[in-house]
């Protein structure tokens, strides 16, 4: 072999492992960035994903992917495509029912007075009875739906007494501005927007009253948590930092409040609203998280519960084939007591 020959291959060789050393670095870039899936209700850490927070606390590559509801977010996350995503009771009950490998790790928000069902004026809708024979949009596998689905169990009522219609929140607003359904299971924004020509039925505080909580949670893929449970830790210990910001000075935050100017911004609601839309939920601090009243105590703790029952339901209901034997299993407070440490 020639020296220009020689030379030759050596420059090949040299191309070949400098597009090898590229291809790998993308494909580590690309292995790295997390994806999160999240919701647009108002809450508190809209400000973290806003402010990117995450990223500077980590120096990961975040992409931050919102959906329209939970039941969204968890067939992404099914398919492999989300590492930790947001979602009510009702989907993540559906979802761990289904065999999906993930953990509730921190609860976002008891829902209390946030979702209510309201009924258009002159639906001719006062009292329970006289939803039979009425069109509700309501998302369904939300905590909306459940609580849809139980609101009418107490009514005396069925779903084949009234027409439940599987609606995406924009969908009910639209529909609700057409004058196509008589009401509506559903949250802020588009709650408070069809308040103005509606009546307030019942609000999932009441029905939570009576037996049949529902949340707001945080979830993970089982895997990805095991992995990084340094970084989940850091995104529980932002969240409850955003909380706490917000427990301390709600009564004095308006509409020019950074923390309620971004919280708009990302939910594209009014940021007049936000502060009252806010004051209708709860936000457990990182104590309540890790005791018995939420992610705490296994089998006995508040989330674990809050699974059971819902699942038993959407049994009854049909929208689940089989229920777990314990739902503790599904229940992990190890990363929130870890960012109680940071």
Not at 62 to 88: H, N, Q
Not at 155 to 161: A, E
């Amino acid at each position: 072999m020639t020296v220009k020959q020689i030379t030759h291959c050596i420059k090949k060789a040299a191309a070949l492992s400098l597009a090898t050393g590229i291809l790998f670095s993308q494909m580590a870039s690309a292995d790295d960035t997390i994806t999160i899936g999240y919701q647009g209700m108002m809450n508190p850490w809209k400000a973290v994903i806003a402010e990117k927070q995450l990223e500077k606390a980590t120096g990961k590559d975040i992409e931050w992917r919102r959906f329209d509801s939970g039941a969204k977010v968890i067939t992404a996350m099914a398919s492999g495509d989300i590492d930790i995503a947001t979602a009510g009771s009702s989907p993540i009950a559906a979802a761990v029912n289904r065999g999906l490998e993930i953990e509730l790790v921190w609860i976002l928000e008891n829902i209390n007075e946030a979702e209510a069902l309201v009924v258009r004026d002159g639906s001719g809708i006062m009292a329970p009875q006289d939803l039979k024979g009425k069109k509700l949009g309501v998302p369904f596998v939300s905590t909306t739906h459940f609580h849809a689905l139980f609101a009418l169990e107490q009514f005396g009522l069925s779903d084949d007494d009234v027409k439940l219609i599987n609606m995406q929140p924009n969908a009910i607003a639209a529909a609700w501005e057409r004058g196509d359904i008589d009401g509506a299971f559903i949250w802020d924004p588009v709650l408070g927007r069809i308040k103005d020509s509606g009546r307030v039925l019942i609000t999932s505080g009441e029905l939570s009253n009576w037996g049949k909580a529902t949340f707001d949670g945080m979830v993970v893929d089982k895997s990805f948590g095991q992995e990084n449970p340094e970084f989940v830790a850091q995104l529980i210990k932002l969240i409850a930092d955003a909380d706490e910001t917000y427990r301390t000075t709600k009564d004095s935050l308006t509409a020019d409040t950074p923390m309620i100017k971004e919280i708009a911004e990302m939910t594209g609601g009014n940021a007049n609203d936000v502060a009252g839309v806010l004051a209708l939920y709860q936000f457990p601090d990182l104590k309540a998280q890790t005791s018995c009243v939420w992610l705490g105590c296994g089998a006995e703790g508040g989330a674990a519960k809050a699974l059971q029952f819902t699942s038993e339901f959407l049994k009854e209901q049909g929208k689940v084939p089989s229920l777990a034997d314990d739902y503790s299993v599904f229940v992990n407070a190890s990363f929130a007591e870890a960012a109680s440490k940071l």
